[in-house]
């Protein structure tokens, strides 16, 4: 029997000690939580030193002066009653003098906290826009940074999507309720030593009560932001349609395939689910609130009989009464905002959760340093490539080798998806391969300075960037730091045969392209291209040039002519050329035939003919489609 009792005895020891273990790492974590509160500080401090000193003194004087005015209200009150109790005596103007010097010193504190509070008013607002802009930054800044791959990332994009909402307020909100906390305890300790002079237990009545509403809030603010976290996916798809419904670019299509009322439907039942959601947990935090504030009107209320009774009874005088009861009623506010404070801050940290999380992302540190190779001269050589995307089973390239010398002109052609833009990628140091390497000039492309080699490399891909900007800043952008150099513009735009129709623009080079700004005009897809095609010209210096499918929208005719010419200007560079048109593609001096992610073919255009095999059956193929 003795041993079941100790047995039993164990037990109930084990679970106690698991239930502290549990608390105790629930403790931790809750506290964890609180990590970022340091962080969002040293935000707010590091956008304007000015503001957050002001803003921590005008908390400071906000603090203090609330129980100044109570205990300034209660010696009006006293001075009053003495006053009057003694207005026969001979002293009359000296016992009505006392009131009314209390009353100007009154008005002169309750000037200054509001002045103190509209100060903490005019701060936050200055504070929240510059601070918004921080963020912001900080967001493009890291965006910039990561890699291809992280853009590709459906869970990435949640990442970012969840760092940008509400990115720029939660920062301030937390500095705010940080120091709005700091002045309800300043208030709290002058309330307190104030209405500890009437009793201990009213102050713990006045903590006790405000308790169980800050624990509600507490929880349901962490519901919500599980709600917000969870919603990522929808709330992009939700952006999403509002793009496919109200761009420019995507308007013809909806139009003519009337996808509208489909767009709509899909936008209003996501909007409908989350709100059902938000609904649900609106009603169920308003109605615990409500709930569990009636305890707080309760103990003020049995605080107002207590003080009230004792006043009856003459154990304290009447200014005493007023000043209790000002102080508990204006205590138990206070109690609950610094609470309330506490939750929010909790809350602000789980949102900055979001966005220090996206802007600790992991970026591999690129290793190269050389600005030359060890074997000048010596071109671009593929040994063994392979590259597999991330989560992917299937390479899309596989062993890929071969050699382009300089002023060399290399076709790519194959099938979609066979793997021709993601070899360009590669080359771009877009992505890295996953097993082989890349030479330029002897040197593995990961020993390159990635921006000394990019300065290499001017390209244009089939779905290059119609940039709502000028003509000339369009074409610009190829070299940003020459971007506003007219003369190259000029130049470049004559390389890439789009001088002759930009002449013909209302402003030329000044002229704003696409319809989003006022005065835009739009271009045709062949004219964008040669747009396109001047932007690659922009990089004087690069002995690299890529082109993705750069002339799909031109006809046969107009393609012909730009390669001719441009074959002409690159006489010394290296071309990487992906067309699907072999009237282009025999201009080559060598072209690789891809499928499935390999070479299949390898060979100029006389040699892939004779060899009879998947080169010559499209070129046929395409050539009878002319006949």
């Not at 103190?116 to 912001?136: D, F, K, P, W, Y």
């Not at 066979?418 to 080359?427: E, P, Y």
Request: one cysteine or more; a neutral charge.
């Amino acid at each position: 029997m003795s041993e079941n009792r100790q047995l039993r005895v164990i037990c109930v020891i084990q679970i106690i000690m698991r239930t502290l273990r549990k608390r105790r790492n629930a403790l931790r974590q809750s506290l964890a939580v609180f990590r970022y509160s340091g962080r969002a500080i040293a935000l707010v401090w590091n956008t304007s030193h000015s503001l957050t000193i002001i803003l921590a003194t005008l908390t400071l004087v906000a603090g203090l002066l609330p129980a100044a005015v109570a205990y300034i209200g209660k010696l009006i009150v006293d001075a009053v009653v003495f006053a009057s109790q003694n207005h026969t005596q001979t002293n009359d103007i000296v016992n009505h003098s006392h009131p009314l010097i209390y009353v100007g010193i009154e008005a002169i504190a309750v000037a200054l906290l509001a002045f103190s509070q509209r100060g903490l008013t005019i701060c936050q607002s200055l504070l929240r826009v510059l601070l918004g802009q921080r963020v912001n930054e900080l967001i493009l800044e890291k965006a910039l940074t990561l890699e291809l791959t992280q853009f590709e990332d459906s869970e990435f994009y949640d990442k970012l999507t969840n760092a940008r909402r509400e990115a720029s307020i939660r920062p301030l909100s937390l500095v705010n309720r940080t120091f709005g906390l700091v002045q309800s305890a300043l208030s709290l300790l002058t309330y307190g030593a104030l209405l500890i002079k009437f009793s201990i237990w009213a102050v713990v009545v006045l903590i006790l009560a405000a308790m169980p509403a800050f624990v509600a809030e507490t929880r349901f603010a962490g519901e919500a932001f599980r709600l917000f976290r969870w919603r990522a996916p929808e709330t992009r798809q939700q952006h999403y349609l509002e793009t496919l419904a109200a761009r420019e670019d995507f308007a013809k299509e909806v139009k003519l395939y009337q996808l509208g009322e489909m767009l709509l439907e899909r936008y209003r039942n996501i909007f409908y689910q989350l709100y059902d959601e938000d609904r649900n947990l609106t009603i169920r935090r308003g109605m615990w609130g409500y709930l569990l504030s009636l305890l707080s009107t309760v103990a003020f209320y049995v605080a107002y009989a207590w003080i009230v009774l004792e006043t009856v009874a003459g154990r304290i005088s009447l200014g005493d009464m007023t000043m209790y009861l000002t102080v508990f009623r204006q205590g138990q506010t206070t109690f609950s905002g610094a609470l309330t404070s506490i939750g929010g801050m909790y809350e602000d940290n789980l949102y900055l959760s979001n966005l220090y999380e996206f802007l600790e992302e992991e970026v591999p540190q690129s290793r190269g340093k050389a600005t030359r190779g060890v074997k000048p001269g010596d071109g671009i050589r593929f040994e063994n490539v392979t590259f597999t995307y991330p989560e992917s089973t299937q390479p899309a390239l596989t062993n890929i080798s071969f050699h382009l010398k300089p002023g060399e002109k290399l076709a790519i052609v194959g099938e979609n998806g066979s793997g021709k833009t993601t070899l360009i990628k590669l080359l771009t140091r877009l992505y890295n391969p996953s097993s082989g390497r890349i030479l330029l000039d002897g040197l593995d492309l990961q020993e390159w300075d990635v921006e000394v080699l990019r300065q290499r490399i001017g390209v244009i891909f089939q779905n290059f960037v119609r940039y709502q900007f000028t003509v000339g800043e369009n074409i610009g952008v190829g070299d940003v730091e020459r971007m506003e150099d007219r003369e190259l513009w000029e130049i470049a735009a004559e390389k890439g045969m789009a001088l002759p129709f930009i002449e013909k623009l209302p402003t030329g080079f000044t002229t704003q392209l696409g319809k989003w700004f006022k005065g835009g005009q739009e271009l045709s897809g062949g004219q964008w291209q040669k747009i396109a095609l001047a932007r690659a010209f922009m990089r004087t210096n690069a002995d690299i040039v890529v082109l993705d499918e750069p002339t799909s929208a031109m006809d046969a005719q107009a393609e012909y002519e730009i390669f001719n010419h441009f074959r002409a200007l690159t006489k010394n560079q290296m071309v990487f050329l992906i067309s699907h048109r072999f009237s282009t593609v025999r201009m080559a001096d060598k072209i690789l035939v891809i499928e499935a992610g390999e070479v299949v073919e390898e060979g100029n255009h006389e040699e892939l003919l004779q060899n009879g095999g998947r080169y010559a059956r499209l070129f046929y193929l395409q050539a009878a489609g002319y006949q």
